[in-house]
C-alpha cells in the first residue's frame, strides 16, 4: 500500500478534487460577480443571490451527506476486494438521494417567504430571494443524484470524471450567466438574478447527464433497483445521518452569520456574500486533498494498513497547508482589486476590505480541519465529526458571535466567530487522529 500514499497517487485523486470542488463556489461566485454588476438593483440583488447561496448550501450539504458515506464504504470495500458486496446499496443509494430532493424541494419551496423572512429579508431583497430561490431549488434532484454519483466514483479512486462533469457545468454556467443575465440586444430580453437561476440550473442538468454516461460506461455498477435491502444500507444511513446533524451545525453556523449580516443592513449582507462565497471557493480548493484522504484513507482502512493511514494523514495536511498559503499570498497581493471584481459601490467595498483580511489568515487553520475532516469520513468516524461539530457550533462559534456582536464589531464579529470555529475543529481532529492511529498495528 506504499504507493497509496505517494505524491503521485495522492495528487491524482487530489487535483481531479480540487479542480471538481472548485466548480461548484466558482458557478456562485460567477453568479454573485455578474449580479453584482447589474444595472438594477445591484446591491438588493447581490444580496439575494448570497442569502439564496447560503441557504442552497445548507440543503446540499445536509441531503448529500449520502455521498460521503458512499465513498467511504466503496473504497472500504475496494480496499477489502469485496466491491461486489455494495453492488445492489449503490442504487439503492441513488434512489434514495433522488426521492430525498423531491421531499425537500416541496417542503421548501412551499415556505420559501419564511425561510427568507427568518434571514432578515424583506422588501425587495425579500422579493428577490423568493424568485431566485424558486427557480435553482427545481435543482434539487439534479444535484444530489450527480453527488451521489461522484461518491462511487471517489470510493473507486477516480475524481477524475467528477472533474471533467463540474469543469464542463462550469462553463455552462459561466456562458449562460452572461447570456441570461445581460441579454442580447434586439434578442433577448435582460432576465437579470432570474436569468442567473437558470444558468445554474442548466449547469446541473448537464453534470448529471455527464455523470450517468461515466457511471453506466466506466463503472462495475448499475442503476436496477433490487427488492432486497442491501444489508450495508443500514450503516449508509446511519453514518448518513450523523453527516445530516453535523453539517446541519455546520450550516447553522452560516445561517447565523448572514442573519446577523443582514440585520446589520443590505451592504454589510452584499459584503458578507462576496466573503462567504471567497471562503466557500477557498474551502472547496482545499478540500481536494480532503477528498484524496477521504478515498484512500478508506482504502488503508479496508486493507488494515495503519503505518501508510498516518504517512497519509502527515503528507496530506502539508500539501493543504502549502496551498493555503499560496492562496493567501495571492490575495493579499490582490486585496483591493479582488472586491472589484464582485461590486462597485464604495460603501460595500470598505467593509468587504476591512474583514478580508481575516478570512485570509485563518486558511492554513481550515486546510487542517479540512483534512482531518476527509480523512474521518473515509474512516467512518461520522459520530465523533457530528458531536464534535454540535460542540463547536454551539459552544464555540455561537457564544463568540454573540459576545463581539454585544460589543458592535459587527463583520469583525462574524469572522473572528469562524475563526475561532475552526481553531476548535482542527485541534481537536488532530488530536484524536493522533491517540487512535499513530501506535496501532496491522
Known sequence: MSTAISFKNINRIAIPAIIAGIAEPLISLTDIAVIGNVEDHPIEALAAAGIVGSFLSAIIWIVAQTKTAISAIVSQHLGANRLHAVKTLIPQAIAFNLVFSFVIYGVTAFFAHSIFSAYNADGLILQYSEDYYQIRALGYPLTLVTFAIFGVFRGLQNTLWAMKCSLTGAVVNVALDYLLVYGIDGYLEPMHLKGAAYASLAAQLVMLIMALWFFFKKTPFHLKLSFTINPRMKGLLLMAANLFVRTAALNFAIYLANAYATGYGKNYIAAQSILMNIWLFFSFFIDGYANAGNAIGGKLLGSKDYKSLWELSKKISKYAVLIAFILMGICFLLYDQIGLLFNKEASVLVLFSSVFWIVLVMQPVNAIAFMFDG???????????????????????????????????????????????????SSALVIKFRRKYLNKEV
Open 375 to 425: 480523512i474521518f469520513k473515509g474512516l467512518g468516524e461520522a459520530k465523533y465529526l457530528r458531536n464534535l461539530l454540535l460542540v463547536a457550533t454551539f459552544l464555540v462559534f455561537t457564544p463568540v458571535l454573540l459576545i463581539a456582536d454585544h460589543f458592535g464589531l459587527k463583520l469583525h464579529a462574524i469572522w473572528i466567530a469562524f475563526f475561532c470555529w475552526m481553531l476548535l475543529r
